[in-house]
Structures are given as structure tokens and as C-alpha cells.
């Protein structure tokens, strides 16, 4: 093979085969990243905690509530205030999408409320008429929160001017950017622990108390819940949560089951169903984002440039002298089409990725652009060749 090869373009036989395999490497890195395949097959128990109430959230489960829960979005429709409680730790600082810990959402462009987790900065996003549907422009962000395998006690409200998040009793961070009232909330949102709706942010750490309300606590009250966390089904606690507009309580003391239940008295959202990840089935998607409404144009360059380096490769490996419809456009093709379906293939076991047959489609109009140039390029040199003669 070697001997048929240009003199300047002569190399040993182990280049080719080394770029080839570094170009696999890159094709299956780019399509599979962040290489979450082995999630999907990890074991869906609920991990219930054994020794404290709480239970660990996996990435590849999570909670949500069966239907709409249509008494919580009436229990804010007058107050126009919120607090969420969560008494959480983190399994990892890393987590970034933002990683869904409570949700009252659609999907991962609606909501009307979601507390999230970008590596170690918490993300309030609140749905008002002071913002979009999505509960951003503008959002609340707070920096160096999160501490990985840290217990931490987090306390968000919003009074209708003001945006307040407490840690451990104590004040962090307040901003009056956001404001306006909850007459745009949708009531056909689903309450999810640990996840979106749609199951593409994943949060893994653990959960010991989530509590809601329809009323802005102040600091002495979120003190003296800090205080007594412990004691969350304590008579007096429910009492004093009660009076601070308690709507929903989980204090996650199930111990077993797949099972979280509201033990609160008015129990508004009723219970939430453990769910596992779904697989992504390989479907036609669309080049349109769904949240801009706009082509996403960076998404098909990616695609289309990806693959047309594979037709000189495959070229080169077998004989780079022979101009044959065969080595420039079938083998090409063929073996792209492989690369192409295989990843697509191998996404819909993952959790963040989407697999598409539009992606194919751009990847196969890839693979016949680099063989139309490797095609002009072996015609122009063979043209060169015989001038010499």
C-alpha cells in the first residue's frame, strides 16, 4: 500500500491507522459526551436513608408528581409570594445544566419555579410577570453555595419586591431585580425532585426535608427553622410551619418504597412517584430550538464538518492512488453511515443526549462533501502528474 503512496505524502503504516483511530476517538467523544451510558444501566432502587430521614438522589431517578398538582398552583394564585425550604446536601460540586433539586415545571423552558444547581453557585428561577416563561431575564444566581457531601439548610422567598436566600439561618444574598406577581403560572406544571420533567437534569445528592409556601418568611422565622430541622414532624414545628404559610411538606421518613408523601395536613400536592430515566428513543427532531425558535446553525456545521475528514482517511488507509467511485463515495459512505447510526444509537442510552436521524442525515451530507473534495483533489493531482510526463 505504502509504495503506491506519493513521495511526499509517503508515511509508515501505523500514522494512518493511528489517525483513524484517533478520529473514532474524537467522533464517539463528540456524540457521547459526558459519557453517561453507564447511568442508564445503574440499578433504580430509591436509596432510603438508613440511620436519618432522607433519601439520596440518583442520576438516573428521580421524583415527580403523577398529574399536576392544581392545588398547589390555586394555593399562591392570591398571595403572590413563595418560600421553598430545602434541607439538601450535594454529592457533587460539578453538577451544572442547572442541575433540577426542586422543580414546578413543564419542561426544561418552562416553570414556574425551579431551585438549581450550577457547580458550586445556586439558581432561583422564578416565573412572574416580571420575567419570561422560563423564569430567566432576569434569574437569581448566588456564587460559591454549594459544598460537595455538605449538609446545608437553603431558604428562598420572594415577597413580590424582593428576592431573599438564606443558608443555615443565615442571610446570604438579596436582590430586588425580580419582581411582579404569579398571574402567568401554568397549572398543568408537574412538582419534580432531583430532575426536569423531562429527565435531562439530573441532580445527584441527597434530600432530607423540602417544604413550600405561599407567604415571604422572615429571617427570625427561618432561623428558628434552621434551629429545629431536626424536629420536622414535631407538633410545634408543624404548627409554626403552618402559621408561615405552609402548603406542602416532604420529610422524606418513608424509609422503603418508591413513595414520597406531602405529610403536611393540607397535603396540596398530594404524593410524588419515583421515575426512572426513560431511554431516548432515536426519532426525526428538528433543527429548530424549541425555546429560540430559531435553527440552530451551529449544531448542523457540527455535524456536516464532523464527518468530512472521513472520506481522506478511509482513502488514504486503502490507496490513496486509486481514484475508484468505490474508495472515494461507497466505502465512504457506507462506513460513515455506520459511525453515524452507532452513536445516535448508543445516545439514546444516555441522559443528556438526544438522538436524531436528522443528525445522520447532516452527517451523511458530510461525508459526500469531503468525497467530492478528495474526488477534485485526486483529479487536480493526476492533471499535475501528466503535465509533468
Not at 402559621?243 to 400536592?269: I, P
Not at 472520506?311 to 459511525?339: E, H, Q, T
Request: aromatic share 12%; glycine share 8%.
Amino acid at each position: 500500500m505504502a509504495r503506491n503512496i506519493p513521495k511526499k505524502l509517503r508515511l509508515s503504516f501505523r500514522y494512518p491507522v493511528a489517525l483513524g483511530v484517533l478520529y473514532l476517538l474524537m467522533i464517539y467523544s463528540a456524540g457521547l459526551w459526558p459519557f453517561d451510558i453507564y447511568r442508564y444501566f445503574s440499578s433504580t432502587k430509591l436509596n432510603w436513608l438508613e440511620h436519618e430521614n432522607g433519601i439520596e438522589i440518583r442520576p438516573n431517578a428521580f421524583f415527580s408528581s403523577p398529574v399536576p398538582p392544581i392545588r398547589l398552583f390555586q394555593s399562591f394564585y392570591e398571595t403572590d409570594q413563595l418560600s421553598l425550604e430545602v434541607y439538601l446536601l450535594t454529592k457533587d460540586n460539578r453538577q451544572k445544566g442547572p442541575a433540577r433539586i426542586v422543580s414546578y415545571s413543564a419542561d426544561t423552558g418552562k416553570r414556574d419555579f425551579t431551585l438549581g444547581q450550577e457547580k458550586n453557585s445556586l439558581i432561583f428561577r422564578l416565573r412572574t410577570t416580571g420575567t419570561d416563561a422560563n423564569g430567566i431575564n432576569p434569574s437569581f444566581k448566588a456564587h460559591n453555595i454549594f459544598t460537595a457531601s455538605e449538609k446545608q439548610h437553603v431558604v428562598f422567598t420572594y415577597d413580590g419586591n424582593s428576592e431573599n436566600l438564606f443558608i443555615n439561618g443565615q442571610l446570604i444574598q438579596s436582590t430586588s431585580e425580580v419582581k411582579g406577581d404569579f398571574s402567568n403560572w401554568n397549572k398543568e406544571h408537574y412538582l419534580v425532585f432531583g430532575n426536569e420533567v423531562t429527565a435531562d437534569r439530573p441532580w445527584n445528592g441527597r434530600l432530607y426535608l423540602v417544604a413550600i409556601y405561599n407567604k415571604s418568611i422572615n429571617k427570625g422565622d427561618v432561623e428558628r427553622l434552621y434551629r429545629n430541622t431536626a424536629w420536622a414532624k414535631d407538633v410545634g414545628m408543624a404548627g409554626m410551619r403552618e402559621n408561615l404559610g405552609l402548603v406542602s411538606l416532604y420529610t422524606l421518613d418513608e424509609g422503603q418504597g418508591k413513595v414520597a408523601y406531602d405529610t403536611s395536613r393540607f397535603g396540596k400536592t398530594g404524593k410524588l412517584l419515583a421515575k426512572r430515566i426513560p431511554k431516548n428513543e432515536l426519532r426525526f427532531g428538528s433543527i429548530v430550538d424549541p425555546h429560540t425558535g430559531r435553527v440552530d446553525y451551529m449544531d448542523v456545521l457540527i455535524n456536516v464538518l464532523g464527518f468530512v475528514p472521513l472520506s481522506f482517511i478511509v482513502c488514504f488507509l486503502i490507496d490513496l492512488n486509486r481514484k475508484s467511485v468505490w474508495n472515494v463515495f461507497i466505502l465512504p459512505l457506507i462506513l460513515g453511515g455506520f459511525l453515524s447510526f452507532s452513536v445516535e444509537y448508543l445516545q439514546q442510552f444516555t441522559m443528556l443526549r438526544h438522538p436524531n436521524v436528522v443528525d445522520i442525515i447532516f452527517n451523511i451530507v458530510g461525508v459526500v462533501v469531503g468525497s467530492s473534495l478528495l474526488y477534485l483533489y485526486l483529479v487536480r493531482r493526476k492533471a499535475k502528474s501528466v503535465n509533468i510526463i
